[in-house]
């Protein structure tokens, strides 16, 4: 390793899956060094094939300044203490399953530094949960990364209730200096922001299509035409500071009582998930796909998913 890249800060990213290889991605666009860690050598070659491929694409696409600096700033390991020796940041994207992280952290905390910062990505568990048994609670939180992590700009920051300020900040200032939008969540709260702000969406569009007011074709068509693109300029406070408030509280003041408040997911959902209807990766979902998931090869809708959000990435002035 050359002196320039060893100056560099290091950040460990645990789980050689689809975040982990992206949030690796997304530390070495963003100039760190990055040890990316598996339980097997056959994930990490896919992966370091996998991030190559990626950053190549990124600098033709001209957002990746420095693509083979980047990749020559990867190494990978199936050590744990390897990966943690000099970490500022651990970040864990393993399973979505509590004790495998919370067994993960116990061990991880015999071989890192002191003040290494422990980040979960964790979707759906209570962050609280996975650190409960870690002396070093203190410098714990929850750091949450969106698919696909190399491209997505935001990660939200959540300090828990145990989290000092100074390790919460920290994290959110890295993620600024790699070129991330880093946003602050003051307390945790289970699917922080944007899964809870999408399923309220999603609740409403199923609910939308299963009484029959429009196809799933009209309401995607419709969601991209207008609120898709006003939040992708202004976001929801400022839309309805634009809009008017009184205008909006006259809005909320008549829908709300008559939209979807169920805590359940939809019955359709549940029969579609019956009949194998699973998604992309079964085939078909809400849409029909011309073949199933093929891991080896990116499914052309994901493909052209993130060559369309490159050329708004782009729009929006990012490069890494
Ligand atoms: N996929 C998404 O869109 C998304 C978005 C945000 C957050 N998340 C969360 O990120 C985490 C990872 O998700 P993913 O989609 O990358 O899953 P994935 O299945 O693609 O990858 C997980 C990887 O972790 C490895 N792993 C499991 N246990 C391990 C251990 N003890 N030590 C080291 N590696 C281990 C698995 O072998 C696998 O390679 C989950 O908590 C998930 O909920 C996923």
Known sequence: MSAVNSSREKVAVFGGGIMGRGIAQAFLMGGYRATLLSRSEATLAA????????????????????????LARLTTTTDKAEALKGAVLLAEAIDERLEAKQELFA??????DSETIFATNASHLDPEEIFSGLASRKRCLA???????????????ARLSYTEAVY???TVEMLKR??????????????LLINRLFCALAREACHLNDIGVADI?????AVKATIGLRNFCIGVFKTMDLGGLSDWRDCLELLLPLMDNSTRPPDSMEKMLAEGRAGIRAGRGYYRYERSFDSAEMDKEIVDRDEMMMRLLKLKGFAW
């Open 47 to 70: 992966a370091r094939a996998h991030i190559a491929a990626s950053l190549e694409k990124l600098g033709s696409f001209g957002l990746a300044r420095d693509p083979e600096g980047a």
């Open 107 to 112: 061990e991880c905390e015999r071989w890192a």
């Open 168 to 170: 919460w900040e920290k």
């Open 217 to 221: 074709e009209e309401i995607d068509e």
């Open 143 to 157: 750091a949450h990364w969106f698919n696909p992590a190399q491209l997505v700009p935001l990660v939200e920051v």
């Open 178 to 191: 790699a070129g991330k939008t880093a946003v602050k969540l003051k307390k945790p709260i289970q699917g």
